[in-house]
Structure formats: structure tokens, C-alpha cells
């Protein structure tokens, strides 16, 4: 069965600091993946995806993920984080074939200090 | 082009009423999903459905919960003899394909008193 892992749960970070949140998945197939942000009181916005191409990919707001099949990593990096990163992100992957359902990962909380 | 719309924003319900959530998707999307959300739990998948057809209900409580998503109007959850333990944010979204981008809405937030 389909599985994501997101293995930081809290994370707290000054203000430029760098971020990686980690993402792993289990699935034999081939996958697209996801990265969602949710800030405080609102609903879920897409930060990033990745269909196929380039493993990395760019999102909004300075975010970069990198693909990698091997490790069935789908880990989220940004070089500096602000104030405004302050928020929950979630890791989801479809499988492209069968029944099409989203599996989301946990969730990890980041508390950017000003 | 509007997003993913939801109401009401907030629901209070004593036990034992129902609880009736709508979700109306973005324009020409016709796949939608509900999750539901508990603090500290993350996101749960509930139910994907398909106009006038629920493809996968694998999430959803055997009892009490149902979904529908008419021909016309908006997908409808519907929980039943609500109790505290469904006191959650329950979020809709939409897709124009299963395997694309899901686009949520502002989440309903249901409190059983």
C-alpha cells in the first residue's frame, strides 16, 4: 500500500536559516508528488509539484524540491527561511494509475523566529 | 475564475443532530475529495467522487458519514448523529483529472458541542 513519511513533525528555525523538510514514500510505480502549505487559519495552497522532467523543481516563494527515485525521496529545501514561512507543509503523492488517491503525509509544523 | 467554495465556514451541533457540509468545486472540475483534519493528526483522506458516482470511500467511517455529488449543485457531506469525535476541519477539493493538482477550499470547521 502507498505510504508518506514525513519524519520532522516540529521544526523551529531563525529567520535565514536554512530548511529541508524530508518527504519519503512507498510505492513501486510511478508517482507524482506533491507539496502543500497550509499558514495559520487557512486552507491548503500547492507549493511545488513534480510530474516528470527535471527532479528539481521550483515553487512559489523560494521553495525547491528534489526528486529522487532511488530513494523515493521528495525532500523540501529553502536556502533562507522568513518570518512568513511560519506554517504546516504536507507531502502527498497520486499514483498515476489505479484508483487516483492522494495520500498525504502527517504534516510538519515550521515556527520561523523573527 | 472562483475556487474551491465551502459552507458554512464554521457549523456548531450538539450531538446527535446532522451536520451537513457543502463543497461546490472550481469551474469545470469534476472530481472532488474531502479530508479531514484533526490537530496534530495531518491530513486524512475520506472519500473521491466523481459526478453522480463515489470512486473510492475507503477513508470514510462505515456509519453515520456519506458523500454525494449531484449531477447538479454542490458535493454534500453529510455526517449523521454527530458526535464529539467529529468535532474536526473538514476540507474539500477539486481536481480537472485524479492525477492532477488539487486545489482545496477554505475547510468547514464542525464543533459538537
Known amino acids: 500500500a502507498q505510504s508518506v513519511s514525513q519524519h520532522n513533525h516540529h521544526v523551529i528555525l531563525s529567520e535565514a536559516a536554512s530548511l529541508e523538510l524530508g518527504c519519503n514514500y512507498s510505492?513501486?510505480?510511478?508517482?507524482?508528488l506533491f507539496w502543500y502549505v497550509q499558514y495559520p487559519g487557512q486552507h491548503l495552497q500547492l507549493l511545488l509539484k513534480y510530474f516528470s522532467g527535471d527532479p528539481l523543481v521550483k515553487g512559489i516563494k523560494g521553495f525547491e524540491a528534489e526528486f529522487i527515485k532511488s530513494k523515493f525521496s521528495f525532500n523540501l529545501r529553502k536556502p533562507s527561511v522568513q518570518w512568513s514561512d511560519t506554517a504546516e507543509y504536507f507531502c502527498a503523492v497520486i499514483a498515476t494509475s489505479g484508483t487516483y488517491k492522494y495520500i498525504f503525509g502527517t504534516g510538519t509544523r515550521l515556527k520561523v523566529l523573527a | 475564475n472562483a475556487g474551491v467554495m465551502q459552507n458554512p465556514r464554521h457549523l456548531v451541533r450538539r450531538r446527535g443532530q446532522e451536520a451537513r457540509l457543502r463543497c461546490s468545486p472550481m469551474?469545470?472540475?469534476?472530481?472532488v475529495y474531502w479530508y479531514r483534519q484533526l490537530p496534530e493528526e495531518g491530513l486524512k483522506f475520506m472519500v473521491y467522487l466523481q459526478k453522480e458516482n463515489i470512486i473510492d470511500e475507503s477513508g470514510m467511517p462505515k456509519e453515520r458519514f456519506s458523500a454525494e455529488f449531484p449531477k447538479e449543485g454542490p458535493s454534500i457531506l453529510r455526517i449523521q448523529q454527530v458526535v464529539r469525535g467529529d468535532s474536526a476541519a473538514y476540507f474539500c477539493?477539486?481536481?480537472?483529472?485524479?492525477?492532477?493538482?488539487?486545489?482545496f477550499g477554505p475547510g468547514t470547521r464542525l464543533l459538537v458541542l
Open positions: 469551474k469545470g472540475h469534476s472530481h
Open positions: 510505492y513501486g510505480g510511478t508517482v507524482n
Open positions: 477539493a477539486s481536481s480537472p483529472d485524479p492525477s492532477e493538482t488539487q486545489y
